[in-house]
């Protein structure tokens, strides 16, 4: 059961430790110290909800039509082989984030901008429902690897909001998002090539 909850945390992490949209809004959030604590629990409660719903989904399809989720298998180490690329470029290349210096804005408005970011990403569907959706079905406890794999992103969404005013002189850096791009590089590739040869 550990070595389940520790591969959905590992998997989960090295998903959503990225610059993307909506961590570059919750980095945002927290440089700024705004509504922080319910972005983050947005982040981590919508995360969950679709991990579950991945899980849960895939499970009936590996029972009903194990072809479909060899499909996804094989779709989903493709699409980790390209985004371990990408943050290989990234690393090579690296960028910063920086907070913008608009004045406060109001709760409701933040929300649905979270919400926006999170529900009209088309990469959360694949990261979340399909893909660990279908690592946690190759799991002896599927639902112990969702508990780990939301608990990384309870874990980074908290860091990312609760810490950003700590890290705004280190991210910066652009050699911050070298070193934490070439870590996502190599972890998506591994989680790759463990997909292929399942």
């Known amino acids: ?5 520790v591969a959905g945390f590992s998997s989960s992490f090295g998903l959503i430790v990225a610059i993307g949209a909506q961590n570059a809004f919750v980095l945002k959030q927290g440089l700024r110290r705004e509504h922080v604590l319910p972005i983050v629990m947005v982040c981590a409660f919508s995360d969950a909800l679709l991990i579950a719903a991945g899980i849960a989904g895939l499970g009936a399809l590996v029972q009903a039509h194990p072809d479909v989720v060899t499909g996804i298998r094989w779709v989903g180490a493709a699409f980790l082989g390209g985004y371990a690329f990408l943050a290989a470029k990234r690393a090579w290349r690296p960028g910063t984030l920086t907070a913008t210096q608009a004045g406060p ?10 919400l926006a970011f999170t529900y009209l990403n088309p990469h959360v569907y694949i990261d979340t429902v ?20 939301a608990t990384a992103s309870v874990v980074w969404f908290t860091m990312l909001g609760l810490g950003a005013h700590k890290l705004a002189p280190v991210l910066a850096r652009p050699v911050a998002w070298r070193v934490i791009d070439a870590a996502i590089a190599t972890m998506m590739l591994g989680i790759a090539v463990a997909l292929v040869r399942a």
């Open 130 to 149: 399909l893909l660990l959706g279908a690592i946690a079905n190759q799991q002896t406890h599927r639902w112990v690897f969702g508990a780990g794999a």
């Open 1 to 5: 059961m550990i070595a389940s909850a």
């Open 105 to 114: 804005s109001r709760l409701g408005a933040t929300l649905l901008t979270c």
